[in-house]
């Protein structure tokens, strides 16, 4: 993947570093299918799978996880 | 996602972090299904089953880590 | 909800931190499923699960890293 | 649960942590399954199930994450 | 595995240390399946599996923690 | 289990590493299954499924987060 998609863990705000988690956990799934068009016919399927929603936000946590400490918590 | 729901990780006590730890597991659903309706349909499913509440837990419990480490554990 | 239920994350020993740990998954359930009638019948059937019960220890053991942290590994 | 099976995450070697980290794994399932009759059956199924091993193996990863901070990494 | 494929966990950037996280992820599973063959076989089905790759992209979450604080979070 | 197998967390390498948190996941597995039989007609089932061997990597990723932090991440 040659473009550069991510330069730095460090965001303004608490939300922003969520939302960057978000970010972080779309990547991990994109190295491994790159195709947008995959990608988006599986979405319609799952964002209507409870477990599947569940697991997501697993891995946002734990993206969170890395970005808050990266952050020093925002404090 | 425009709102701002989100400016600190820190809580007068370590039951309103839990409680944001739950707020967080449940906006990580959010930013990947953002229809009230679908995710209120799917709630009605999964609050029934034992599977996906103990992964919910499991949510949690990992960003409950998170805003623990920021608060200083509330010592 | 109203309750409080979580006031500290120290505890005597580690004992206690890990009982604290399950009090924690299980709030964790609670909070999404506030039926407590619902909770029994559920637990009924997971208690007969291996693979639901194992998955209910790992949200133990990841609670009782947070409170093993706050309380200084009780050394 | 009256009995008293957990002072200290101390112990003189990584393996002897190890294997505590094992026995938190089990007690993590033993609070929510008291009965040693069903835990005993259920292990006869999920002992020849590989889901179900690499499930309490990642229980057992985690509780070490707790135990080895807790030692300094028996370093 | 005689190869030597991991001399250090330092990157440049964050990015490279993603990079580096999905490569360990990947590791972790070659082995335990060496063969080439059958990962590859195996690919072609997950990466149309929304579960799996949510999975993956935790054990790439995971791995993304241990290099970032190898990096000091690259600030 | 009377065999010693785990005197110390530090490795020259992160690779050396790597590896000891495979051998941490199967020590895992094998204090939960003893028998190197039926280990081993498991590994031939789920070495082929793509899901067992995701969470296998996850266990791994876990394991090393540990023995990383053990080797100050070898720098």
């Known amino acids: 993947m040659a473009d550069t998609w991510l330069t730095t863990l460090i965001t303004a705000t608490p939300q922003e570093g969520f939302e960057l988690a978000i970010k972080l956990a779309r990547m ?3 190295y491994t299918q ?3 068009e995959v990608r988006d016919k599986l979405r319609s399927v799952y ?7 569940i697991a997501s936000s ?3 946590a734990t993206n969170f ?4 400490a990266a952050n020093g918590y925002w404090k």
Do not use: C
């Not at 996880?65 to 808050?68: G, H, L, N, S, V």
């Open 28 to 30: 991990g799934v994109k």
């Open 47 to 53: 964002g209507e799978d409870a477990d599947a929603l």
């Open 58 to 60: 697993q891995v946002v």
């Open 65 to 68: 996880q890395t970005i808050a």
């Open 34 to 36: 790159p195709s947008a």
